[in-house]
C-alpha cells in the first residue's frame, strides 16, 4: 500500500514549509528602490521565521511519536506485571513443584514474571533514550541569528561589498 502524499506534505511526508525566493521574476533590473528592497526582505525574514517555526514543529512531533512508541514497552511491562495470565503461571509452578518443594517452585515463577518485566522496561528505556534534540533547526537558527547579528553590527564594509549607484539615484549595498 503505497502512501499518497498531500498537498501540505514532501515526499518526505514532512509538512511542506514556505520558501524564500532568490530573485523577483515581476521585477526589472532597475525598477527596485530601497523601501522595495526593505520591503522584500522583511517579507523574506518573516517567512524564514515561520519556516523555521514549522521544521521545529516536524522535528519534535517526530521525536514525541518515538516517545510513544518507546512508551508501549513500558505499558506492555505493566500489563504482564497487572493482567498476567494467573492460570498459566499457577500450571507452570505447579508443574515444577513436582520435582521441587511447592514454594520453590512457585518463586521460580514469579522471578520468571519479574524477568519479563524488567526486559520490558529495558526494551523501553533503550526506546525513550533514542530521542534526540530537533539539531536541523538548532543549527539553522544558530546561523540565522549569526547573519542578523552580523548585518546589525557592521556599518557599510568595505572588503566584503561594494556600493553601487542606480540610474535613480538610489545606492544599493552589494553583499
Known amino acids: ?25 515581476s521585477a526589472g533590473e532597475g525598477d527596485q528602490s530601497i523601501g522595495n528592497l526593505v520591503k522584500d526582505a522583511t517579507a523574506h525574514l518573516s517567512t524564514l521565521v515561520r519556516a523555521e517555526v514549522e521544521l521545529a514543529k516536524s522535528e519534535v512531533a517526530g521525536e514525541i511519536k518515538k516517545g510513544l512508541k518507546g512508551s508501549v514497552w513500558f505499558i506492555l511491562a505493566l500489563v504482564i506485571l497487572l493482567y498476567s495470565s494467573f ?18 517452585a512457585f518463586l521460580i515463577v ?12 529495558l526494551m523501553g528505556v533503550r526506546k525513550l533514550k533514542s530521542i534526540r534534540a530537533p539539531k536541523r533547526t538548532i543549527e539553522t537558527m544558530r546561523e540565522n541569528a549569526a547573519v542578523l547579528r552580523h548585518r546589525g553590527e557592521s556599518e557599510p564594509a568595505t572588503e566584503g561589498g ?5 540610474p535613480d539615484g538610489d545606492a544599493v549595498r552589494r553583499v
Open 162 to 166: 561594494a556600493t553601487l549607484a542606480r
Open 1 to 25: 500500500m503505497a502512501h499518497v502524499t498531500s498537498a501540505r506534505e514532501n515526499t518526505n511526508g514532512l509538512p511542506r514549509v514556505p520558501s524564500i525566493p532568490l530573485a523577483d521574476e
Open 87 to 104: 492460570f498459566f503461571f499457577f500450571f507452570a509452578a505447579e508443574l515444577l513443584a513436582e520435582w521441587l518443594p511447592r514454594w520453590a
Open 110 to 121: 514469579f522471578g520468571a514474571m519479574l524477568g519479563a518485566v524488567g526486559l520490558a522496561v
